[in-house]
Structure formats: C-alpha cells, structure tokens
C-alpha cells in the first residue's frame, strides 16, 4: 500500500509542477502514459498479480520457438 | 481615599484567591503505588480476590548497584465486589493505587469459567484505566504468578508482555489482540477472542530476591501455552499453541510460521512464512445455507533444504504443494473440532450478521446459523525467497 | 549537450565496471556448478563470443560517427520503422534496469537486511541512479572514475587475503572435460552480461577517437576479470562448496579473518558491489531516457525520468517469483531474447543500409 501512495503522491507533485512549467502537450500526455503505467503496476502487486516482464518475454519466445 | 479602597479591594481579591484550589489532581510521584501488573480470582464461594504488584522504585534503583531490596512488592485482597478494592487497598498500602499504567492483568481460569462480566463492566467505567491492556488467563494459581521474580527484566509485567510479543512476532503462537479491550468489543455480538494463557515453569514461585543471584533461568519463570477461547467474557474452551498457530494463519492475523516439510526419507526442507499471508474470504449463500470460503496466500521463504541435487522450480512447486496440503490438513482438523464443541472460530456468525439484503434476513435471524455453514479452506503457497543456499550437500545421504 | 565529453580513461572504467557489476556476484557459482573446475574458461569463450556479437553494432557505429543508437535506426530505416526498433531496445533498457534492481533487492533481502521490503531497496538505489542520470553521462562518469581506486583497491586486498585459503587440489583432475557444462549450459553467459554492450553506442558520439576498438579492448579486459574472479572463488571455496551457496564472494567475505577483531567483512564487501551496481544501473537508465526523449522528440528526458523511475521501481519486484526461476529463465530465455537486440537487429540495419547505398550509387 505504502509505494502505491508513494507513486501517487510524487505523480501528483511531478504534474503541478511540469503544469506550472507549461511543457508541450505531447510532452505532458507521454509524461500521463508512463506515470499510469507505473501506477497500474504498484496497483497490481498490491492484488498480487503484478506484470511480469520476463514471462512476457518467454511467451513470445515459446510462441516462435526459438528455444 | 478612592485609591486606598481600590488598593484594599485588590488585595482582598488576592487573598481570597489564594485558598483556591489550585491542583487537587496533582500526583507526587513519592505518594503513588504504581501499579505493575494486576491479578484476579474469585473462589467457588463468590470472595473475590485482587493481587496487585507495586513497584518499589528505590528497589529498582538499588537492585541495579547490587543491593538486595525488593523491585516489586504483591498485595493481596479479598473482598465481595471489585469496587471495594481501590479503598481496601490504602488499609495496608501506605501510598495512592495508581492504576492507570499497569503492564497485564492476569485472570485466573476459574473466575474466566463463571465469566467475567461483572469485572469488565467494572473496568470499563473506570476512566483511568487503559483498556488496550494485555490480558492473561492463568493455569494454575494467580497467587502464584503474582509472587514470582523474572529474570532480566525487573518487572514481571513487562517481561510477559515482551514475551507476549516476541511470540506473536516469532513464532505467531499468540494473539496480538489478547486485550481487554479486546474482550468488551466482543461481548455483545458474541464472537471469539483469544486470550493467551501463562503458567509457571517448574510449578514454584521464586518470590525472593536470591532470584537474581541464580543462573536459573527457566524456574518460576512465564510459560506462554496457548490461549483461552472466550466468548461473551467466559471462557468456553482452548486451544493448543500449534492449534492457535492454525487459526491465525487463516484469519489472516498470523506473521510467523515455520514448516517442516519431510520430502521423503532422508530429504526434509523447511519453510517459513515471510509476511502475513494475503486473505481472501468469500460468504455466499449456497441453497440457503451459508458458504464460506477462505484462500490463504501466504508467501514462503526456502529456509532450508536438504535433499540430493539441484533446487528447481519442479522442486519448489513440490514443496509449496506439500505445504498447502500439510496445512489444509491442519485447518481441516482444527476447523472439525470446532465445530464439534461448537466454536465459531472464524468469525462466521459476524459476518452473516454484517451481510445486507433480504436473502440473508433468515440466516441473520437465527443465531446459529453459522453452525450450518459449508467452510472450505485452501491454501495457495508461493516460494519467492529462496535463501543463501543454492544446491544443498548431498553428503551422507548418497549410497 | 554537445560539448559533454568523456574522457578515454572514464569511458574505459565505465565499460570494465558494466561488464562485472551484478555478473561476478551472481554468475561464479551457477558457473562452477555447471563446468566445474574448468569454470574459469567460461567468461573466456563467452565473452570473446559476446563481444564479438556486439561487432554488428559497432560496425554501424563507425559509418555513422556522431550518431547514437537511436539516431541510427533512424536514419537507416526511416522514422517509423526507426521508432520502433527503438522502442524495442529501449524496452530492453527498462527490463535490464528492472533485473539489476531485482538481483540487488533479491540480495539484500536473503543476507543483510532480510526483513526489509524489496521496494525500499529499489526506490532507494534507483533514486540515486536517477540523480546521477538526470546530471547526465559526465557526472556518471565522473563517479565512476571517482570509485574506481577506491573499488580497485579494496577488491585486490579482498582477493589477495582470500588467497590465504587457496587450495590447488580444487583444480584436480585438470584433465576431465565436461563440455556441455563449459560450452552449452553457460552459454546464456554471452547474454549476459556481455550482450549489453550495445548500448555504449548510446554514448559512443562523446566519445574522442576509436570508441569501437576501445570498447572491445575494455569488455574483453572485463571478461578477464570475471574469469580471473571465477578461478578465485573455485579455488577458494572449492568446487563442492561454491556451486552450493547463492553468493559466493559474500560467503568469502564472511569467513576472510584478517585478524580475530578483523572479520565478517561481507558488509563491506556489498557496499563494495553496490558502486559497481550503481554504476551498470545509471548508465543503462541514462540511456533509458535519453532514449525515449530522441525517440519522443523531446529536448530532455528530465520530464519522463521520474515516471519511468516508479514503472521500474514496479517492475522490478515481479520480475520473478524466485531466484531458482530467474536462474532457469535465464538458462533458457535469455540467449534467443537478447539475440534479438544485439545480432537481429542490427544485421537487418546493415543489410537496409548496404541496400540503400547500392540503390543510392
């Protein structure tokens, strides 16, 4: 629970802060995106059932069938 | 004139403002009995009988010099009601009962069998008195563990509450919420609290302060066994320390737990739970009956294993399954015998009288509905530690 | 941005440090089981072929000087096939930095600190590593040629004193090779850690002269480091004892005696191994963001360093569930996964640009 509040809390911060800055809109939506996704993911880990990169990773492998 | 009057008018507002009361609650910390652990009993004739233990501060000074005064003294009392006590007690204590700080209460057995009631009523309308006290059930005499000197710690209070502790913390054999307080939100909705019992090891007081002089460690000093179940202040059975262990784990309460797991002759691993295991508990209403159904997911760390050959995951997927199946025996167990001597050891009554709707108005009418209830119990395991050691030695164990 | 520069000797420590960091911590023991006392050729054969699958890159590196990694794709394959070969490398970049913070979590969490939550340790380090990246490659740099006689001189009396219980008889019987266990089993070694150098080209336009040649020569030293460590943990702790324990410099640390008040050293130690680890992690989140922010077309990464930062932070605590799982994916996985990025890649590039040239002529 603690690093999701955590991750929040700075997301919130970080867009007050490039908010008062004006940075361009792309900027600001790709800035939206990441942060998300990393929120999605501490989401996750809190229901257990976090991303997992490496068997990402695997599946496509096992699918073309390289190894 | 007018200035001698006023003058005269100034200073009989300060006279009269002298006698004022000032600090009629003040507490002089050399008037006050402070009060370390409390004891109570009632004998089969109805004569109550309080045991306070009162900490002599200059013997906690001097005994850490090396003098031989006692750090605590026991006062014991009788009386018929509990209320009597607080003014029996200034017929022999030559300061104030200070009440307010004390460390546990320890309840005998017997008085936790008539039910405690009358007692909890009475604690609670005392505003002084912190009710998020630990809370004991005695085997055996409360004479008796009033009237013993610990080791390393010079207040007995203290070391059963850090024994208390380090027991829910290590080894999850003891409910953190063995409180007071714990026992007077129970009281009306009839759900169970866990109230760990103590005894003495070796049976015998050691009421003198040669105590500190003896490399003894274990005589006449706590046992932490188990725990009392009571319901509505009484006590109505117990459980076993490994019994309580099991319970906790399914409530979800448990931080400790180590597991020996025996992969077959010769080859054993032991597992031991890294946090408190995520819970997952559904009620639902199967035919009109109520179902419940827990998921225990607790998180495992590979302590230590010794069998032939290199860790793998085929491994650690048996010894998670070994695991779950070593603990869904023991909760099935312990979930039988509850329910034979009709203990509602997971709180189902509570929460059938928490659901909303009218499919539940029959179930939550009735107070034994949870004895109904179809429980079912699983247990998913993860190994996500596996420690320092990569392959075990074979050693011995090859032909 | 154009007049940072890093010098010769810093691009030099930088390389040699990325090259042992998490891998001399991790690897000796998962090496020594598999090859047993032949272990040491291990990092030899592995990182002579590693580097030279690192060629194709920097091949392209010299006919396009001054451009970094994802400018190339760029330029050779146009914008938007360009932007996602970079995505592809750049999501390389963000799973290497989640498996060093996991490697480092996962250590801290079974030996020093073992009731500590991972994610502190991830938080922490990469909060340091994102200030250093956000400062740019100099101040990486800098630091790490800062550390570098610091680290150099506490490893040597390290292993000097460690010597102490040297035995030779591990290293009996010379003869028996097991050649599947020196040539298949351990052959994700190319991987890594020796793969990951496709990412200096990141860096190679600050560079003076002869960046390629000079990276070869500094990862090739690496792999003799790592093999020269390899050989050390055999004969110190003996082909019976170091295929057993998860860390094996560690165990060494704990049990070096310098002197009866002098030992458990493995606290040191760590702290030792984290420089390095800091080291591979700000580098490769620096190229995380300034990959993303050319790829984005923005002026800095600044503005997505912290978001990137938390998705790794996350990342890092599910990369797996295990350590034994993370040992078998890497056996099986890693080699055709980090092909991908490191020989694919950049064959295609060559042959698109070899074709664009002929048409061109």
């Known amino acids: 629970m603690t690093p999701l509040l955590l991750a929040i809390l700075v997301t919130a911060a970080l867009f007050i802060h490039y908010g008062k800055q004006r940075r361009p809109l792309k900027d600001m939506l790709l800035l939206a995106a990441l942060s998300l996704a990393g929120i999605a993911q501490f989401a996750l880990l809190i229901v257990d059932k976090p991303v997992r990169l490496p068997a990402l990773i695997a599946a496509v492998i096992d699918v073309l069938g390289f190894a | 004139m007018i200035t001698m009057l006023r003058r005269g008018l100034i200073l009989l507002a300060v006279l009269t403002a002298l006698p004022l009361q000032g600090c009629a609650d003040h507490k002089e910390i050399n008037e006050l009995a402070l009060v370390d652990m409390v004891g109570v009993d009632e004998r089969e004739d109805g004569t109550k009988l309080a045991y306070y233990q009162i900490v002599n501060p200059n013997g906690v000074a001097s005994s850490k010099t090396g003098g031989s005064r006692s750090p605590i003294y026991t006062f014991a009392f009788k009386g018929k009601s509990w209320a009597e006590f607080s003014s029996n007690a200034s017929s022999t204590i030559p300061r104030k009962l200070f009440i307010s700080h004390f460390q546990a209460y320890i309840v005998s057995e017997r008085l936790a069998k008539k039910g405690l009631g009358e007692l909890l009523n009475f604690l609670e309308s005392d505003p002084t008195r912190r009710m998020a006290t630990s809370v004991f059930i005695a085997k055996g005499s409360v004479r008796d563990i009033m009237d013993t000197y610990v080791p390393l710690a010079r207040s007995p209070g203290n070391e059963l509450r850090s024994i208390h502790e380090l027991q829910a913390k290590l080894t999850g054999r003891a409910d953190r919420d063995s409180q007071v307080k714990t026992l007077v939100e129970n009281y009306e909705d009839g759900s169970l609290a866990f109230v760990s019992n103590i005894s003495l090891s070796g049976g015998e007081p050691f009421d003198t302060t040669k105590r500190y002089e003896t490399i003894e460690g274990n005589r006449g000093n706590f046992t932490l066994s188990g725990a009392s179940i009571i319901r509505q202040g009484r006590w109505i059975g117990e459980l076993k320390p490994e019994q309580l262990s099991t319970l906790l784990l399914v409530l979800g309460k448990e931080r400790a737990l180590i597991e020996d797991i025996v992969l077959s002759k010769g080859a054993s691993a032991q597992l031991e739970m890294l946090v408190r295991p995520r819970i997952e508990r559904r009620l639902s209403l199967k035919d009109g009956k109520p179902a419940l159904r827990v998921i225990v997911k607790p998180k495992l760390k590979l302590m230590s294993i010794n069998a032939a050959g290199k860790i793998d995951s085929v491994m650690l997927r048996r010894l998670e399954r070994l695991f779950n199946q070593r603990l869904e025996g023991r909760i099935g167990a312990l979930l039988a015998e509850a329910k034979a001597k009709q203990w509602d050891l997971l709180g189902i009554g509570r929460q059938i009288g928490r659901r909303s709707g009218s499919r539940w108005a029959a179930a939550k009418r009735d107070p034994n509905a949870w004895r109904e209830a179809e429980v079912s119990v699983s247990v998913r395991s993860s190994i996500v530690k596996t420690g320092v050691l990569l392959t075990p030695y074979a050693g011995g164990s090859a032909p | ?361």
């Open chain 3, 1 to 361: 941005m154009n007049d940072t520069t890093v010098t010769m000797r810093q691009f030099h420590i930088i390389v040699v440090f990325t090259t042992l960091s998490t891998a001399f911590f991790l690897l000796p023991s998962s090496l020594i089981a598999d090859a047993k006392q032949h272990a040491w050729l291990v990092p030899l054969w592995t990182g002579a072929a590693g580097i030279a699958s690192t060629l194709p890159w920097i091949y392209l590196a010299r006919r396009h000087a001054r451009l970094n990694l994802m400018q190339i794709n760029e330029r050779i394959l146009g914008r938007p096939f360009g932007k996602l070969a970079n995505l592809m490398l750049l999501f390389h970049m963000v799973i290497v930095c989640a498996w060093v913070l996991n490697n480092l979590d996962d250590f801290m969490t079974t030996t020093l600190m073992q009731q500590t939550k991972e994610w502190v340790f991830d938080a922490a380090f990469l909060f340091t590593a994102l200030y250093a990246a956000q400062k740019g490659i100099t101040a990486i740099a800098r630091t790490a040629e800062l550390f570098a006689p610091m680290l150099i001189a506490m490893f040597s009396v390290f292993f000097v004193l460690a010597v102490h219980s040297w035995d030779w008889s591990q290293f009996a019987p010379a003869a028996e090779f097991d050649w599947s266990g020196i040539l298949r089993k351990p052959s994700y070694m190319i991987a890594f850690p020796f793969m990951d150098g496709f990412m200096f080209v990141m860096i190679f336009p600050y560079i003076k002269e002869k960046a390629g040649a000079n990276y070869v020569k500094c990862a090739a030293a690496g792999a003799l480091l790592l093999s020269l460590i390899t050989f050390i943990v055999t004969g110190v702790l003996g082909v019976s004892r170091a295929p057993h324990v998860t860390f094996p410099l560690f165990v060494m640390a704990q049990e070096l005696m310098i002197s009866s008040f002098l030992e458990h050293m493995e606290a040191t130690i760590a702290i030792l191994w984290f420089a390095l680890v800091f080291v591979k992690l700000s580098f490769t989140f620096y190229c995380a963001i300034t990959g993303i922010a050319q790829t984005c077309g923005m002026r800095s990464g600044g503005l997505i360093a912290v978001p990137l930062a938390i998705l790794i932070v996350g990342f890092a605590q599910s990369m797996h569930r295990n350590l034994i799982e993370n040992l078998e994916w890497l056996a099986r996985y890693l080699l055709p996964y980090y092909s991908l990025n490191t020989l694919a890649l950049p064959l295609l590039l060559i042959a698109v640009d070899l074709i664009r040239r002929r048409r061109a002529a």
